[in-house]
Each structure stands twice: as C-alpha cells, then as structure tokens.
C-alpha cells in the first residue's frame, strides 16, 4: 500500500476504512538468517537496509516492547551534520543526506522540516571555534554560515542579546539542520523493513545469547530460542545489560537526559536554538509546544526521569537566552537512558564472538544518527567489511588510544561528556 | 536526590561531585599491563540496579563519599568515607 494526496482525499471520502496495519505481527521463526536485537530507530533502520541494500530478508527484529517506545520516541527530534572531527563528520554529513532522501525512499511522511540550526557563540575565543567547525563542515561537504550579531537578530530577535553574561556575538548557521517527527521515522523503517519480508516481533525479550566456540548461534528469548547465524545488538539505553550476555564488558555508562515540552503555542520559534553555554537548546514542535533540553544529570542512571537541580538549570538557561519563554508553561519532563562513552562518540563494530556485531554508545545524539547507524551497521553485518563513514568507530579505540573523537574537547573518560 | 556525608549529614545533591563508579579505589599495579588498564579505565559493569558510586563533597568537607546507590531507583542505602574502605 503506497501513500499518496490522492489517496488521503479518497480515504477522506470513504471514512478512513481503508487503512491497514503497516506491519505485520508475526510469532518468531526457529531461524533466521540473521537477527536484530533492538527495534528501536537504529535497529529498524539496520533491518530494513540489511533489506534494501544487501538482499538479506530472512532478518527479525526483536523488541522487548513496542516499536517506537523507546529512546526513538523520546528524543527532541533535532537531525544536523555539524560536526567537526574526521570520523565522525563524514559520518553524519552521510546520514543527513539519507534523511534529505528518507521520505521518498520509505513513501512515509516523517516530517522532515530543515528549519535551519543555529550554534549560539558569546566571545571572540567561541567565534574562532566556530569559525573553524564551520570550515570543517564546509570541506566535508555540508553547508555552514557564520552569522554575526546583526545576522543572528535578523533570524532569531527574541533573543537576549545584551546579556550580561553571555552577549550573543554571533551564531553558526547550519541551514540543513532541522527536526523530525521522531516515531514516524521508527514507523517507517518498521513499515519498510516488513514490506522487504523482515519480521518485526515485539513483546519479545532476549534473555540469553548463544555462543558456541567463539561463534553466535542464536538467542534465547522470552518467545522461545531462535537461532541466526548472525546477531546484532542495537540496544542504547541497555547496551551493558545485553553486551553482557555475550560475556562483554563495555565502555559505557549510562546516564539520564532530560527533555522538556510546554503547552501548545502560536509559532513563535521557527529554527533550533542551541546555546552552548547554557547548555540549552531548544525548537518548536509543529504542534506548538517549544521542546528543549540541557545537560545530563551527570551521575549513572536507569531511571528514565532525572532530579531537579538540572530542571532548575534548564530553565535558568531559557530565562537567560529567551526572558519571553517565563510566559510558557511546562507540560511535561522526561528523562532518557544514554549510552555514555568515555569519548562522547558511538561505536559500530564487531564483538570477540564470530557473527555478533554491535552498534551503542550513541550518547545524547542518536536521532539524527539513525538512518547512517543502520546503513552503516547493516553493510558491516552483511559484508563483514566496515562501512566508511563509519569505519572511525572502533570498540577498541579506548585500548590503543588511536582514533579517539572527543568532539567537546573535554578528554576520553567517563563522566566528560 | 539527598546525600548522607558521613561527616557533614545530609545533604543536597548539588554539593557533590560526581566521579563515577567506585572502582577507581581498586587501580591495577603499574605494570598491570594494557588490558587491565583498559579495563580499569574505560570498562564498567554499568549495573541497572545497586552500585557503588564515587562522590566528592566538593561543596562541603572535601570528602571522597562511596555511595551504595540504586541506579534504577535513585535510592541511596549507605554511605562512607573512601579514606575508611580497605584496599
């Protein structure tokens, strides 16, 4: 079932009976080819260009809950490539292009809306540093303007301009950059995956992996055992539990994010915002409500909801950069499990185990991360060969301290970034 | 979330430091080799549940706090000094 206008104006007409479920709801097979543990954004997207890309359709993914309930749902949606550091800039100038393309390619309406990002900088010493991201971003190939304080007014004159701490001198402009509505991108890669013959099997929990001689030969689930002759593990948020079923210890700890939304307004905030000093950044949902967020709590976390201290912190941050946003008022707050590495950057490798691969370590930036987390992921499960925008994120980086990406600048240990 | 520091009594979360988990009291020998390095620097058990945490009383008494913390529900059941817990 293709979606088109046309087809929204006939259902409009017939009393929108003719909508189907997208995906199918099947009971495991014994084997499969090769299995996805994870269905969350990256888990989907792996499975679905394992699909597309490599012929590999005997794939399950396997979902302890259900799609799109995850990390994939709770995000604040933001999609950019402004990074600065080889490795990880043609990583994500990779994936933003496979967002410009995502909407055709899965006939799905994610709401991909490159409203244009803005990097807010408060000195001569940030205005340098920026410069030279924005250089960076430049020769990688991706698109990046240096504004100044008049160029930031024009865009944004809300803003707090004259602060006294933080006087805005500029910003970095990243007109690609932008947002998404994040559970349609779980959706449509679910959907596209299932129309390739993948199964999407939720409500199933792995509890087990089975090695056999340093070889994968399935897992054990909460729907019986499966086995594949191929495993990936794309769990963020519960990478050290999983990894540790297969007898690993990971460089990863994991820490709570919090996210903020208001109550629906008029449009008032047409780009994201992203004050770095603050640690504050901030877009407006297309239903109205302003989604921003700041810092971790900075202290190891599955609580999926984070402690006061930092709420105060964020919205101290929103008074300082916008004093109109003391007019909203907050709907709700969440909290996040992240994949901390000590670098701050992901990790898309194999394991010590033949045919169990992982991807984790996403830290605070997997959304943007999913359609080339699983391009990348699938081609290394597919051909064994690392994909080369990702081939910077090795496992055993840590171990040799050859081609660490510490993009804050802050060192490669926990509790950093 | 509140802290009990062993010297100061309960305090707010704000006072503190957070290092992480507390194997930083258990360093390898120096010629441990890179794999226990590795290990002691980068790997963690990263428990959903009970762990000890490393906290420094930065605005307080300066003290290195071992917190038996739950990770899951933020709970914390005891706390002691580091300078007190046998190597």
Redo the contacts between chains.
């Keep these: 079932m293709r979606y088109s206008g046309f087809r929204v104006i006939k259902e409009g007409f017939f009393g929108q009976k003719g909508w189907k479920p997208v995906w199918r709801d099947p009971d495991p097979k014994p084997e499969y080819d090769a299995v996805i543990i994870g269905g969350g954004g990256h888990g989907l997207a792996t499975a679905y260009y394992l699909a597309k890309e490599h012929g590999l359709t005997n794939v399950a993914v396997l979902e302890k809950g259900y799609i799109g309930g995850g990390n994939v749902g709770r995000n604040t949606t933001i999609v950019r490539a402004n990074y600065f550091l080889p490795g990880n800039s043609e990583f994500y100038s990779h994936s933003l292009k496979l967002w410009e393309g995502m909407e055709q390619d899965l006939n799905y309406n994610v709401m991909h809306s490159q409203r244009g990002l803005i990097n807010l900088f408060h000195s001569d010493g940030q205005r340098d540093a920026f410069a030279r991201r924005g250089n960076a971003m430049i020769n990688q190939g991706d698109d990046a303007v240096l504004l100044d304080t008049d160029g930031v007014r024009k865009i944004l004159p809300y803003l707090d301009f004259e602060n006294g701490r933080f006087p805005i001198y500029g910003g970095l402009y990243h007109p690609r950059g932008g947002t998404a509505r994040h559970d349609a991108v779980a959706w449509g890669y679910a959907r596209g995956a299932d129309q390739r013959g993948v199964d999407i099997i939720q409500n199933c929990e792995v509890t087990g992996i089975d090695i056999e001689g340093g070889v994968v030969k399935g897992v054990q689930t909460t729907r019986g055992a499966i086995k594949a002759k191929k495993v990936g593990i794309v769990v963020a948020g519960?990478s050290?539990?999983v990894a540790?079923m297969a007898g690993m210890?990971?460089?990863?700890?994991?820490h709570v994010l919090q996210a903020f939304v208001t109550e629906g307004l008029k449009p008032i905030i047409d780009h994201v915002v992203s004050f770095g000093m603050g640690h504050f950044y901030i877009s407006q949902s297309d239903k109205g409500g302003l989604v921003f967020g700041g810092d971790l709590d900075?202290?190891?976390?599955?609580?999926a909801r984070g402690?006061l201290?930092m709420k105060e912190h964020v919205m101290d941050a929103a008074m300082t950069l916008m004093p109109m946003i003391g007019k909203a008022r907050v709907l709700r707050s969440w909290g996040g499990i992240m994949d901390m590495t000590?670098d701050g950057s992901p990790i898309i490798d194999k394991t010590a185990t033949d045919g169990l691969f992982i991807d984790c370590g996403w830290c605070y930036g997997g959304f943007k991360a999913v359609p080339g987390s699983g391009f990348s992921f699938a081609h290394l499960m597919a051909t064994g060969r690392h994909h080369e925008p990702a081939a910077g994120f090795r496992l055993n980086r840590?171990?040799d301290g050859v081609g660490l990406m510490d993009e804050e600048g802050t060192g490669s240990?926990?509790?950093l970034h | 979330m509140r802290i009990t520091c062993p010297n100061c009594g309960e305090r707010d979360r704000r006072e503190f430091y957070y290092q992480g988990d507390a194997l930083a009291l258990t360093r390898p020998a120096p010629d441990a080799g890179p794999h226990a390095w590795d290990d002691y620097l980068h790997n963690r058990d990263n428990p959903a549940g009970d762990t000890q945490d490393l906290w420094f009383h930065e605005a307080g008494c300066g003290a290195w706090i071992v917190v038996n913390r739950n990770t899951v529900t933020h709970a914390i059941d005891d706390t002691r000094l580091a300078a007190t817990v046998k190597r």
């Design positions: 519960r050290g539990q540790q210890r990971l460089p990863i700890e994991s900075f202290y190891s976390s599955y609580a402690n201290p000590p840590f171990r240990q926990h509790n």
